[in-house]
C-alpha cells in the first residue's frame, strides 16, 4: 500500500460542484488501494475577501489575528471537501494545520515548518481513514496559529510528505503542468513530463506562478519527487524530482522571463579596493535585493559599477546610492526602469558552451540588444529591453525547439 | 480591579462598523478600569451560510466535520474585533474555543461544557490583554472541535464567567433587555429591571429568544447574575438574579406564550394501575415530549387521559399512541393541533391564590375558553385556542398592570 499525499488549490476548489469533483478524484486514488491525505486550499478568492475584511478594521491589522483570520478559509474547504468524501461513503476527517501536527515558528504570516508530529495523521490513516488538512497554516508552542505565507498549502503538501515518508506527493492545479515557458506568451509551449528541482526554481516568476519555490526547496531537501497536475484533467502533468536522467539530458528544459527589472549604474568610480562594499553594504542593509552584478574593466583607475534591482525598490535604492556616489567621487549615478530579463533554463549548460552561442544569436538575429548577461550551473540570463521580452521569449523557444519538448 | 465577561451576539457584529462600534464599547469597559473577557457570535447569517455550503455537499453531513466548518464563523468575527481594537491601540487577543481553554464531550453539534481549563485564559488576563474568545464553541479530551448547539454564545459567555469567577456577566444583544412579554405582541410591553433565573426560564420561547435556557440555567447553577442589555443603546437593560429582592416580590412578572402545541385525548380508558406508564412510556422511547398531562376523575373506573404535544410531535406520538389505546380497550383517540399556551410568571404565586383567580377572571371577561390548566411554583398556565393566544396575552398584561413594571 502506498501512500499519497495530494494537494488541491483554490481553483480547483472554487465552488461546490467543484470540490465534489475533487472529492471524487481523490475517491479514485483511495480505491486503488492508497492511503491518501490530502493538502486544500482556502475555496477561489476566500482568502482576499478576509483580508479585505481585516482592513476594514485596520490600515495596519495585527499579524497574529490575521493569521487566525484567514487560515479559517482552507478550514471550511477541508471540511467541504471531507463532508463530500462522507456522502459519497468514504471515512474521512479533516484537520487543521494545528491538528495535523504542522509546528512553526511564531514568525505570523511567513512562518517556517519546524517540523511535523505526525502521531495524529498515523493514528487516523491507520483507521483507514481519508485526510484532509488545512493548508497554509501550522501552530505554535504556544497553540497560535500560523500561516505560511505565499506558496503555502504547497509548502504544507510537500512537508506532510516528507514527514509521512510518503511515496508520492501530487500537486493539482488549474494547468496541465510545467510548461517549457509561460503559455500565454508562446502558445506552442509544452507541458513537460519531467524537470529537475533546481530547474525549476530558475522558472522564476513563471514557475512560482504554478509552484512556489520554497515547497520545491522543500522536496529538493527531503528528495521528494512532486509530480504538477491539472484536477481537471487526467494527463499525468510534470514530474519534479533529482533523478539521475536530468544531468544527463543537456539540454534546454525551458525559457524563464522577468519584466521587473532596473538598473542602476553608478559611472567613473574611482577603482580601488572597499568601494563595491560601501555601495551593497547599505544596500543590504535597506532591505533592498541586488541581482546581477556588473563591473566594466578598469581604465586609469575609473571604473563604472553596474547593478540591478526589482523596479519596485529603483527609488529607494537610487536614494541610497546618490549621496554614496557622490562621496566616493563618482561621476554620476544613472537608472533604467525600462528592463526585463529572459534566461534558458537547462541542466548541464555550463559544459556545453553551445548553447550561450546560440541564444545570443537568436536575440542578435531579431535585433534584439543585449545590455547584461549573468549565468548559472544551469540558467544563462540576458537583460534586456523590456518592450522586446515577449518577443525574446518567443525566440528563444523557437531557436531552442521547445515546441516539441516532451 | 472587577473582571467582566460581555458576550455580542450575530446582530451586534454583523458588519464592519458594528464591529467597530463593539471595540469602542469593550475599550470603555476596559477604559474604566476593569479586566475585559469577550465572547462573540459569528457576524450576522454566517453561520447559516457555512450550513447551506455543507448541505451542498451531502444530504446529511458528517456532525464532525459539520461543527469544524460553522465553527469557523466565531472566529473569524473574533480576530475582526481583536483587529479593531488593536487599530484602537488595544492589547487584544482572539481566542479560539479550543485555546480559551473550553473542554466539551464529544456530542458534536450540541456538546455539553465538562469544564474550564483557565490557564492561558489567566496568562493574557495577567498581561493586561482584552481576550475575544469565539462562542459557541470548544475542544474535546482528542482536540476535535464541537459546538454547543443553539444558544451556544450564551453558554460559553456565562461558562466563562464561572470557570474565571467573573464579577459580572453582559450579555448584549439588540434588545433592550427581558420584557413582561413579548413586544411584538404588547406595544405596552416594557424592560424589567431585574428577574429571578427561574422566572427568566419560565418566559419560555420568549425568554429563549433573548437568552438560552441553558445559559439561564447555568448562570443558575454557579450563581452569576446575567446582565442582558441593547449593543445599541446605555440603557441598562435587565439583571437575571437569584436574589432575595425576588422571593418578597409576590408579583407577576411577565407572559409568556406558545403556540407550539398539540393535545391528545385518549378518551374511555379503562382505570387500572399501569394504564399512564403503558401510554407514556413508549412515548419517551420515540423521543416525545410530553409536556401537560390530566386525568380526569375517573367515573365507573373509566376514565380520559389528556396531555400535550409539541405540534411537530403531534403525528408521530399519534402513530405511538393510536395502537395502544386500541391495546387496553380505551374507547377512542382525539387530537387537536390548533392550540396555544399562556402563562404568568413570578415568584411566590403559588402561596398567594388571587393570582389564579384574576388570570381566569380576566380571560372569561373576553370569553376564552381554557382547556387546560397547569402550574409550577413561579407559573400558571392555560392551554386556549390557538386563535386566541394573541389576545390572551395582551389580557393579562393588563390586567396585572405590567405596563407599568420596573
Excluded at 75 to 102: F, K, N
Excluded at 250 to 257: C, L, Y
Excluded at 361 to 385: F, P, V, Y
Amino acid at each position: 500500500m502506498s501512500l499519497i499525499v495530494q494537494k488541491y488549490g483554490g481553483s480547483s476548489v472554487a465552488g461546490a460542484d467543484m470540490i465534489k469533483s475533487v472529492a471524487r478524484r481523490v475517491a479514485k486514488t483511495k480505491d486503488a488501494g492508497n492511503d491518501v491525505v490530502v493538502v486544500v486550499s482556502a475555496m477561489g478568492d476566500t482568502t482576499d475577501e478576509l483580508v479585505g475584511l481585516a482592513y476594514q478594521m485596520a490600515d495596519q491589522p495585527g499579524a497574529r489575528e490575521l493569521d487566525v483570520l484567514i487560515s479559517t478559509g482552507e478550514i471550511v474547504s477541508s471540511t467541504l471537501l471531507a463532508i463530500a468524501l462522507g456522502d459519497m461513503g468514504y471515512e474521512a476527517i479533516s484537520l487543521s494545520g494545528a491538528q495535523a501536527g504542522i509546528q512553526t515558528d511564531t514568525a505570523y504570516s511567513r512562518a517556517r515548518i519546524l517540523g511535523i508530529d505526525s502521531k495524529r495523521l498515523a493514528r487516523e490513516l491507520k483507521q483507514g481513514k481519508i485526510i484532509i488538512v488545512a493548508g497554509f497554516q501550522g501552530v505554535t508552542e504556544e497553540m497560535d496559529i500560523t500561516t505560511l505565507g505565499r506558496g503555502g498549502s504547497d509548502t504544507t503538501a510537500v512537508a506532510l510528505a516528507a514527514g509521512l515518508k510518503a511515496d508520492s506527493c501530487e500537486i493539482f492545479t488549474d494547468v496541465e503542468g510545467i510548461y517549457t515557458t509561460d503559455p500565454r506568451l508562446v502558445p506552442e509551449a509544452c507541458s513537460l513530463a519531467e524537470i529537475g528541482y533546481e530547474e525549476m526554481l530558475e522558472l522564476a516568476t513563471y514557475g512560482a506562478k504554478i509552484m512556489h519555490p520554497r515547497a520545491v526547496e522543500l522536496g529538493e531537501l527531503f528528495n521528494i519527487p512532486i509530480r504538477v497536475a491539472s484536477s481537471f484533467s487526467d494527463n499525468p502533468g510534470t514530474l519534479i524530482h533529482g533523478g539521475a536522467s536530468m544531468e544527463a539530458r543537456n539540454k534546454v528544459t525551458g525559457i524563464a522571463h522577468d519584466l521587473n527589472v532596473a538598473k542602476i549604474t553608478v559611472v567613473g568610480v574611482p577603482d580601488h579596493p572597499g568601494i563595491a562594499s560601501s555601495i551593497f553594504e547599505p544596500l543590504a542593509k535597506a532591505g533592498i535585493s541586488i541581482d546581477t552584478i556588473v563591473q566594466n574593466a578598469s581604465i586609469e583607475n575609473i571604473t563604472d559599477l553596474t547593478f540591478t534591482v526589482a523596479k519596485d525598490d529603483l527609488e529607494k535604492a537610487m536614494k541610497v546610492v546618490e549621496p554614496i556616489a557622490e562621496a566616493i567621487g563618482a561621476r554620476q549615478c544613472a537608472s533604467d526602469s525600462k528592463l526585463g530579463k529572459v534566461s534558458i533554463i537547462g541542466t548541464g549548460m555550463q559544459n556545453t558552451p553551445g548553447f550561450a552561442a546560440r541564444m545570443f544569436r537568436a536575440l542578435s538575429g531579431k535585433g534584439i540588444n543585449i545590455q547584461l548577461i549573468t549565468t548559472s550551473e544551469i540558467r544563462i540570463t540576458c537583460i534586456i529591453d523590456e518592450a522586446r521580452v515577449n518577443e525574446a521569449v518567443r525566440t528563444l523557444h523557437k531557436a531552442f525547439e521547445l515546441e516539441q519538448a516532451v
